[in-house]
């Protein structure tokens, strides 16, 4: 179970093997492998935190990560937001830009009202983390919303377009498929729900500290980052 999970910090070397590159839907200039190891050897000092806590240290990154991540989900919608506004100005049907139809317009309301929502939910939990206090409950729900939002924009945009929208000479439908990783990584959208509830159903006061990384920890990831050589590139 997670109570055997151990985390360390593994030197590069002829030992550690990057596979093949995955063939993926989105984030295709974001390369993706499988990792193996053979007979490879990790020093003792390389044990980041205690022996068994690795999950725990992992489900402490989050936190930090998820802030990021809606950064990234925020900026995918909007570009495919501002792509589809330009795009319903410009095409004209039946006399008018298709902006004018109220179908439309409101697709587009929608898109501004649930991006600008995801913006200020990924400042706020942001600002919680710059000021060193648990962010834990804004940042799953900035998570959730951002990832959902830049899922739910794109697609939108996809439809702006019409039939264009589904061919690659135009913008949107790339943004559509690097926008579902969002709803997967750092926790899925279902689990940010979880969390949500857990959290408002079993409140932390928000001015706890946010988990930190220990000192100790931090000096054996830099060291180790010191003697490995540098990561190999995935073609």
Known sequence: GHRGISAFVVPKDDTVIVDKK???????????????????????????GEENHGFKLAMQTLD??????????VGIARAAFEFASEYSKERVQFGV????????????ADMATKIEASRL??????????????????ASHAKRFAA???MEVTVDAVQVYGGYGFIKEYPVEKL???AKIMQLYEGTSQIQRLVIAREVLMPRDIDD????????????????SEQAPAAAEVA
């Open 22 to 48: 995955e063939d993926k839907l989105g984030q295709r200039a974001s390369n993706t492998a499988a990792i193996s190891f053979n007979e490879t050897v990790v020093p003792a000092k390389n044990l980041l």
């Open 64 to 73: 930090r990560t998820r802030p990021g991540v809606c950064g990234l989900a």
């Open 97 to 108: 830009p298709i902006a004018m139809h109220q179908a439309v317009a409101f697709m587009i």
């Open 121 to 138: 939910l990924t400042w706020e939990s942001a600002v919680l983390l710059d000021q060193g206090k648990r962010n834990t409950l804004v």
């Open 148 to 150: 959902d939002t830049a």
């Open 176 to 178: 559509m498929r690097d």
């Open 209 to 224: 500290p946010a988990p930190e990384t220990s000192k100790q920890d931090t000096e054996v990831a830099a060291e180790a």
